[in-house]
Every structure is written in C-alpha cells, then in structure tokens.
C-alpha cells in the first residue's frame, strides 16, 4: 500500500505503550537494556544482521538512478515484516555463515537473488565509536561475505576491536580518521574522504553508524568531513547512492528531534527495540526516510513514553470507531454535527472547503453561520449545509475569518467565550481551575452547543483566543488548537510567561517554531491548556498528560492555500462523531474524563492522517503520501474530493489482521 504505515504495516489497538510505535528518552532506553547486554555480543550481532537484511533488501533493487524515486526500504504488506523476522534469534546465526544475511523463509540468500548486482555493489560503511559503529562494521562484514565490495571510514580512534577485525576478516576495506592499525600504519582523514569521493564515483549503499543514542551535540569535525561529499551529492531520490542509516540519523538530536549541523539524510533507518525522539520529531524526522523497527528481544523502558507514531491500520481503528459505518438505527444526529463559523468577505471560499472537509470525511450535518454572500457560494457547492446554527456536537471556529473584519470578529469572539472555562495565575503561569469543568459551561451563543463539547479553533481564531486568555479564561483539551509554525509563534509570544528569563530573552518566530517545533508544541498546550496540532510536513499533537503524537501530513503538493481549511472541516466530523459517541456512552455510564480525552486525540490523529492520505490520492500518489515521493499538483479542492478513498485506505489497513 505505499509507503503510508512505515512504523510497522500492520493495525494495532493497543498502541500506547507498543515499543514499535512509541519513543522514550534515550538514557530511559539505555538503562532498561544495560541489565541485559552486559557481557554479551548477542545482541549487537543480531542488530548487525537486522541492518544487513535490510541492506540487501535495498541492493536488490539494482543500482540508483537519479531523479527516480526509489522504492524504500519497507516491506510491502504482502510481506512478512522485518519486525517480525528480526527479534531475537536464540542462537544469532555466525556472520562467517553465507546463509547470515538471507531475508525471509522464502527468499534465498543475497548472492542467488540478484546476483550481477549484489556480487560487487559498492557498500560504504560510516563507522564511528561505540555500539552503532560496531553494529554497522560487523553488517559490513556480513555483506562482504555475500558478495558485496565494502569499504569502510572510520570517524573514531576507538572503533570497536573485535567488530573492526571480524569486518576486515571478511575482506572489508578499511580507511580511518585518526586510526593506526595493528600493523603501525596511520590513516589520515584526507585518505578516508577521498575513500569517500571514490564510492561516490561509482554510486551504491551507505551503511551510516556514526553515533548512537549516545551522543549529543552535531557531528565532529571528523565525521563532518566524511559526510560532506554524500551530502552535496544530493536529497534522497536525487542522488547515486541510497543510504541506511543504523538506529538513527547520526547528528539528529536523539530526544528531541533538533538539528544542529550537517545530517546525512537517510533513505531507511533500521532502529532497535523501540522508536527514539528524532525518528518522530521534525526535522529530525524528515531525514529518517522510511523507518523500521526491529526488536532484539531487549526491554522497553516502562515509563511514559514521550511521542509515538500511531501506524495507520490503527489510525483507521480510530476513524472507524468515531465516524462508524451507519447503522440501521443512525440518522444524521447521531453521526455527528459540525457547527461552521468560517469565511468573511475578506476570505470567502474558506467557508467552502471547510464545509466539504467536513461534509466528506462523514459529518451527517453541518450547520454553517457566516455572511450571506458565504452561505450564497458554500450553498452553490455543498446544498446539503444548513446555513443556519442549531445543535451541533462540535465547533469549527475561525476557518477564512479576517480579524479585521470588527464585526465577523466580534460574533466569533462571543461563540467562543463561553466555550472556554476560567483560569487562576500561580506564580506567573496559567493553571487550569478546576472549581468549573466543561460540564457547567454555559452554551451561550453558540446554538445550542452541548456543555463540553469539542472546538476546532483555527486561523482567525486564533488570534482572537489570545485575547480571551488574557481575560482571565483558559482552555480545556477539547479545545483544539490548529497553528501553523508562523501562527505558533505569534501565539507563543502572546501566551508566553513572561517571568520565565529564558522567554522573555529568546521571542519565538517561525525559524525558531520549525527548528524546535517539539518544544513550541509542548509549550502552548501547556499555556493555554488545549490539544495543540502544529500543521507541517510531520504534524505534532500534544495534549495535557499525554505524550506528543507525530503523525506524517501528506506529499509537499498540500501545501497549497485552502489545505488547512479542509483539515479543520475533517477535524470537526471526526470530533463531532467522538462527541457523539460520547453521549451515547455517558447515558450508559461508561465512560470518563481521561477516557473522552484519550479518544479525541486518538481522533485528531486520525483525522490528520485521513487528510494526508486524501493529498496522496489527489496527486495520484495512492497510498505514499510522504514528501518528495513525486505525484503533480492539487487544489484544497481535490484534497476534499478525494476523502472517499482516502477512507477506504485506512479502513482496508484496520482491517488487516494483527501478527
């Protein structure tokens, strides 16, 4: 199906805490296995055989032709996954064996499957210190062995011993920065970046274990230099030579996903146990390429995880469970209904493309208040909107409205007053107050909102949030926050504490937002008290007491004007229908506060990947949805239209059974 899911291909339910599909701190994971691998190599030497497998899996697919996409390294869903084929072997198979680095029980061994290709294919091995560069020596030398013409450049005076020796046994080239082998002869940098621009002559594979979770900081000299070739030879697609990078991209901030120098994009990251920060974390997360874990049979911490990356098989678990097939019994009521206040004159056609987010991703109504020349064009694309307000499930705020526009501004100011539930100050920051809950809001202007219902506030609403909190109110999670980096800034300036010396000497603007967009996320949720979506390439999600959800946003094409429009329409049906689902639930007693906020970010998650997938169908990109993946232009227009299948993807992938 694409390259949509590549966390792992198959639906899981149970998710929250599933080591594939969650990151923990790098010292947390550390800890967990240190008790483990003390005083054995067996997992090191299962890990160097998951990075092979998955090195011969990319050479099969011959040498790289620039300009064309390549097919990544994930296995199709026909396909047993490597997840699956990797965790831990008893006895981990020796690498002198030539049956080390075959893949499944239906493929035979690298040299039988392609052999003109894999029989001398150039391999680059990026080596540094520590267990990464042992991993990646020791998967050299299994791919020498199969074949393979392998050179390694060390970036480290201590590379591994008895990795580097098994990898020169098997007949690996080795060129050093700093290193002096046993035999007293030195390898100078100069001699191991030339290593490098002669691998680039010909093109191939690039194994890159230059640092682990380990390490902090950018990449040293050393290592910069080696990878300053690789770099300029272009983004992945676009260049001679494919590359995997071992556990994580060396450089990428392990935790939280920042990057502070020079980063060998990778066009398929092999990673142990359990997913790190920089594999969810933007920008981190847009150089890992397609990313795979492979569990060794190592503990996962059992802490909190801090961000996970729902699989979309479980994302169309969500969906299916919010916005359900309508059964015998429903009607329009009971499948949800949005209430739109969007467009101004400034901004008409906002209106339009939220209305049909909403109305095609399965709202049974939506209720539209707007400007008449609004309703006239909404009405002339989507006559099933009501354009007039009424009970409604959730609100869609802000979509197309001008904050200049005094008098849209004003009515939208007053719908959302009384959805918001007042604060206290403790100490400069703003702290929930807890003497009032969603239950005893009042419905106010909003026609006949229920009490607690869940609000997109989107585009020009956000601005008019900000004015409201400095009034003493407060969001609570079902308020749904959907900035932009440039938007995210201009909130975090407004909201931001301004006892906190660290805020009051670095102002955010959009460069800081998209080089910190983990913290800028964190940071408003925790000011304003709402489920925060910080829309990019890699969309974040953070609510109150939960960890941060990565969810991928569709090929670059979306980025067109109106996109956001149709993601809050879709937005508002997938929380309209949790909100349904709420009601009918509370009347029988069977659920709770954490529960309900549990779904709605289950659903906003669900509802960010619907859209993306939409993108991907618009521009004929069916199931890949990643950027730089090819396909042509769209308009919000076709992003709209192309919901349908987008929704049968996701409910093809739910349906696909668990292993």
């Known amino acids: 199906m694409g390259q949509v899911s590549d966390l792992n291909d198959f639906a899981r339910s149970d998710d929250v805490t599933d080591p594939t599909t969650c990151a923990w701190p790098a010292q947390e994971i550390a800890a967990a296995e240190a008790p483990v691998t003390a005083g054995t190599d067996r997992y090191m030497r299962a890990a160097a055989h998951a990075v092979a497998r998955a090195a011969l899996r990319e050479l099969r697919q011959g040498p790289v032709v620039p300009g064309v996409a390549a097919s990544l390294a994930r296995p199709s869903s026909a396909s047993p996954s490597l997840t699956h084929l990797a965790?831990?072997?008893?006895?981990?198979a020796s690498p002198v064996s030539p049956a080390a680095p075959t893949g499944t029980s239906g493929e035979a061994a690298g040299t039988h499957m392609s052999p003109g290709w894999i029989s001398g294919a150039p391999v680059l091995l990026l080596v540094g210190g520590g267990h990464n560069g042992a991993d990646t020596l020791l998967a050299g030398g299994l791919l020498?062995?199969?074949g393979c013409a392998v050179t390694a450049v060390l970036a480290t005076e201590h590379p591994h011993p008895v990795a580097l020796e098994e990898a020169r046994s098997h007949g690996v080239t080795v060129y050093g920065a700093g290193y002096r082998s046993d035999g007293a002869e030195d390898w100078d940098s100069a001699e191991a970046v030339a290593a490098v621009e002669a691998f680039l002559a010909r093109g191939g594979l690039v194994l890159d274990g230059l640092t682990g979770i380990g390490a902090t900081g950018p990449l040293r000299p050393d290592a910069v230099?080696?990878?300053?070739?690789?770099?300029?030879a272009g983004a992945p697609g676009r260049r001679p030579l494919r590359v995997i990078a071992v556990d994580l991209p060396s450089?990428?901030?392990?935790?939280?996903?920042?990057?502070?120098?020079?980063?060998?994009?990778?066009?398929?990251t092999v990673t142990f146990t359990c997913l790190k920060g920089c594999l969810c974390l933007p920008p981190a997360r847009h150089l890992c390429g397609a990313v795979e874990v492979v569990p060794l049979g190592l503990p996962a911490p059992t802490?909190?995880?801090?961000?996970?990356?729902?699989?979309?098989?479980?994302l169309g678990d969500y969906l299916t469970r919010v916005v359900p097939e309508p059964g015998a019994?429903?009607?329009k009521y009971t499948r949800g209904v949005v209430g739109l206040w969007a467009g101004s004159e400034t901004y008409p056609g906002a209106a339009v493309l939220a209305a049909s987010g909403a109305v095609l991703a399965g709202a049974g109504m939506v209720r539209l208040t707007a400007p008449r020349r609004v309703e006239d064009l909404v009405l002339a694309t989507r006559p099933e909107v009501v354009p007039a307000a009424g009970r409604s499930q959730a609100l869609v705020l802000g979509p197309g409205v001008d904050p200049a526009d005094t008098v849209r501004a004003d009515e939208l100011r007053e719908v959302l007053r009384p959805t918001l539930a007042p604060a206290r100050d403790s100490g400069g920051g703003r702290v929930a107050d807890g003497a009032r809950t969603g239950e005893e809001a009042s419905d106010g202007a909003t026609g006949a909102v229920p009490a607690g219902a869940p609000a997109v506030v989107d585009a020009g609403a956000l601005s008019i949030l900000t004015e409201l909190l400095d009034e003493g109110l407060r969001c609570t999670p079902r308020h749904v926050l959907t900035p932009h980096a440039g938007e995210a800034a201009a909130l975090l300036t407004a909201l931001a504490d301004s006892?906190?010396?660290?805020?009051?000497a670095r102002q955010w603007n959009r460069e800081r937002v998209e080089a910190h967009p983990a913290h800028a996320v964190r940071e408003i949720c925790r000011l304003s008290g709402a489920t925060v979506l910080l829309k990019g390439a890699t969309t974040l999600i953070a609510a109150p007491h939960h960890p941060l959800v990565s969810v991928d946003s569709g090929p670059g094409w979306m980025a067109t004007a109106g996109s956001g429009d149709v993601l809050a329409g879709v937005l508002g049906a997938v929380l309209a229908g949790a909100a349904a689902r709420w009601e009918r639930e509370a009347a029988r007693a069977a659920t709770g506060a954490d529960s309900a906020q549990g779904v709605l970010v289950d659903s906003v998650a669900a509802g960010v990947r619907l859209h993306a997938l939409a993108g991907a169908y618009a521009a004929a990109m069916p199931g890949a949805?990643?950027?730089?993946?090819?396909?042509?232009?769209?308009a919000a227009l076709d992003i709209a239209a192309a919901l349908g299948p987008a929704r049968l993807e996701l409910n093809w992938l739910q349906a696909v059974p668990h292993h």
Not at 227 to 232: D, G, K, R, T
Not at 499 to 504: F, L
Request: charged share 20%; net charge negative.
């Open 87 to 92: 965790g831990p072997p008893a006895s981990p």
């Open 144 to 146: 020498s062995h199969s």
């Open 225 to 232: 230099a080696l990878i300053a070739p690789l770099v300029a």
């Open 251 to 268: 450089g990428t901030g392990v935790d939280d996903g920042t990057v502070d120098g020079p980063v060998l994009a990778a066009d398929c």
């Open 303 to 314: 802490s909190r995880p801090i961000a996970r990356r729902p699989v979309d098989g479980a």
């Open 329 to 331: 019994d429903d009607h």
């Open 499 to 504: 006892g906190t010396p660290e805020e009051t």
């Open 625 to 634: 949805g990643v950027v730089g993946a090819g396909g042509h232009p769209v």
